[in-house]
């Protein structure tokens, strides 16, 4: 995200201590600040994509993966890949499903954090494309039953961000939007978007594991005792009755019930009349 010239040699060095690569990696300039990165080890691919962005110089580089056919002038980086955190997001709503709805109103849904089976972190995490020219979104309201609230969001390894506009790439005093008449507290976005780090877990978290077993069991427990209580209800739908066949035909019986308004109802108990 800069166009100031740097070395390449100083980009390759500082990256392979940032990312502590398992193997060599291997750097082309195949245009002006375009350059390909050549791994040797699918992990260590994996890991620099989704632990980024990372920081080079100020400006973080922007990475993506991309096809062996395509043509150098047909890349664009558009785009700037972030893991964001929903703060104060109510128990229910932290799901997959409200990730990608979230997610949806800020660029590009990319994954969702499902390391915690119960899904009641100090946050909900998520990742997310964004435009690079767009503004970050940093809170919205959530739809309740009793009408709506604020949640707020941040980002993890955000740098580089003009505290005016709220666009990437300059300091709010280079932003036309800036007055040097307003103070700092003025600005609409402030150093309160950054979020701390989440750890990358190297080892399987046997706690975790056996919470997601517990859960994986308790829906399947859930949705048994759903499926039995369906067929009962289809059964007890079955003793449906008229209220004028009980005058035509059991005149002596008296049928307590539920009665819909178009005269059918489902019969509760039979009360033999004295």
């Not at 709805?101 to 915690?116: K, R």
């Amino acid at each position: 995200m800069t166009n100031n010239p740097f070395s390449m040699e100083a980009l390759k060095n500082t990256m392979k201590i940032a990312w502590r690569l398992g193997r060599e990696v291997v750097v082309r300039e195949i245009e002006h600040n375009l350059f390909i990165f050549q791994f040797f080890s699918p992990m260590d691919k994996a890991k620099i994509l989704e632990e980024g962005p990372w920081s080079f110089n100020g400006p973080p580089p922007l990475l993506k993966e991309v096809d062996h056919e395509i043509q150098p002038s047909e890349i664009v980086f558009d785009m700037i890949r972030f893991w964001v955190k929903v703060e104060d997001m109510q128990l229910n709503k932290r799901t997959r499903a409200m990730a990608i709805s979230l997610a949806a109103s800020m660029g590009e849904f990319v994954d969702f954090d499902d390391s915690d089976p119960i899904g009641w972190s100090k946050y909900m995490r998520f990742r997310v494309d964004i435009k690079r020219d767009k503004p970050l979104k940093h809170f919205t309201r959530i739809a309740t039953q009793g009408g709506s609230k604020l949640v707020k969001f941040t980002h993890e390894r955000l740098m580089d961000i003009c505290h005016a506009c709220g666009r990437l790439g300059h300091g709010y005093q280079q932003c036309e939007k800036y007055d040097d008449r307003m103070s700092t507290s003025e600005l609409a976005y402030g150093p309160w978007l950054k979020a701390s780090l989440t750890k990358r877990k190297g080892l399987t978290d046997h706690r975790r594991e056996e919470e997601r077993k517990v859960c994986q069991e308790f829906k399947g427990m859930l949705k048994a005792t759903k499926a039995r209580t369906r067929l009962q209800f289809k059964d007890q739908m079955r003793e449906v009755v008229h209220p004028s066949d009980v005058s035509m035909n059991r005149p002596n019986l008296t049928m307590i019930g539920h009665i819909n308004p178009d005269g059918w109802g489902r019969i509760l108990r039979w009360d033999q009349m004295v």
